[in-house]
């Protein structure tokens, strides 16, 4: 799964700091904290025919990252919000957009990490780009492939997954190796080598559970926020589990279990909802890789709810 240049976004224009530049032109700059020590937390967001799809959440999520890095100046949510809207009107954007929010401490005084060295508020970038989900095109065929990474996600005691920040090479060397092995994404496991979730990406399975109880049912599972973020996309599927009588938990999740499992998924604003056809070569479930009926109910619940729900901000 390689993205590809849509030829509708080569005159984007970016908004940094409330300054509309076109994507040629626009940079920050190299005293910025995002480039000195990607000092930096960021959101993903999905506009749907006008409205963004838990705006308020992603927001939220932005403000708790940055007050945990002790970020002094954090734009309020209206602030946000209008910059927002001033970069999809001046781009034109109704619908099928991605919103790249990246909040940077700002531009340091002279080079280094400290953060007293930054004195002159953050930068706050808008990047809006016309993006389909971008896992659709294996929706129709095999569904994704996933292998296992070598590399390990941190637990709190190393760096708290739910700090949204923009050190991304954790997951980037994650994504090397799919790369190299061939597939569309890797799996990623915990420090005790349960799954926490893919480079970028939230993992549910469909399977019976309890798998040695009498009367095993078929439950939707997720690993709890042991070692990945708490998303948005997720805390979704959960909901909507739990208000259409969809048996689901979160629990310690092995390799073993996706292995075996009935249905394997992946969410995140970026991509959705998206059935997973293969781990680590062994195909998930019993039938030729197709999406699966759970797989395909929730996606259809999802999409319900962006069509009903959402911040109108065009
Ligand atoms: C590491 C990681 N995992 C999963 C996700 C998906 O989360 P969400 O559903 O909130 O977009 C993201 C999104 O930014 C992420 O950065």
């Known amino acids: 799964m390689l993205q590809t240049f849509n030829e509708a976004n080569r005159d ?31 959101e993903g967001l999905r506009l749907y025919n006008g409205k963004i799809f838990t705006l308020d959440e992603h927001l939220e999520r932005l403000r708790r990252s940055a007050r945990a890095l002790a970020f002094t100046q954090i734009p309020t949510r209206d602030e946000i919000v209008a ?41 706050l970038i808008v990047l809006a780009e016309h993006k389909r989900p971008v896992y659709d095109d294996a929706q129709g065929g095999e569904g994704l492939s996933l292998i296992t990474s070598s590399v390990r996600r941190f637990p709190p005691d190393c760096m708290d997954p739910n700090i949204h920040h923009n050190n991304l090479i954790q997951s980037i060397m994650a994504k090397v190796e799919a790369n190299a092995a061939g597939a569309d994404d890797a799996l990623m496991l915990d420090q005790r080598g349960f799954v926490a979730e893919t480079n970028a990406t939230h993992v549910f399975i469909v399977s019976e559970h309890p798998a040695h109880a009498g009367k095993p049912e078929m439950v939707v599972q ?13 805390q979704c599927v959960l909901d909507l589990c739990a208000d259409n009588s969809i048996p689901c938990v979160e629990r310690d999740i092995s390799l073993t279990h996706v292995y075996n499992a009935a249905e394997c998924f992946t969410t995140g604003t970026m991509g959705e909802l998206s059935w997973v056809g293969r781990v680590d070569g062994r195909p998930i479930g019993d039938a030729a890789p197709a999406m699966g009926p759970v797989t395909q109910r929730l996606r259809g619940l999802f999409r319900e709810l962006t069509d009903r729900a959402g911040v109108q901000v065009v």
């Open 12 to 42: 984007l224009l970016v908004n940094i700091n409330g300054d509309l530049v076109h994507r040629d032109q626009a940079g920050i700059s190299p005293f910025d904290s995002a480039v000195q020590g990607g000092d930096a937390v960021w």
């Open 83 to 123: 910059e927002i809207k001033k970069t999809l009107a001046a781009n034109s954007m109704t619908d099928g957009v991605h919103i790249r929010l990246t909040l940077t401490r700002g531009v340091k005084v002279t080079s280094g990490m400290d953060p007293r060295l930054n004195q002159s508020g953050p930068t």
């Open 222 to 234: 997720t690993p709890r926020t042991v070692a990945c973020p708490e998303g948005i996309t997720r």
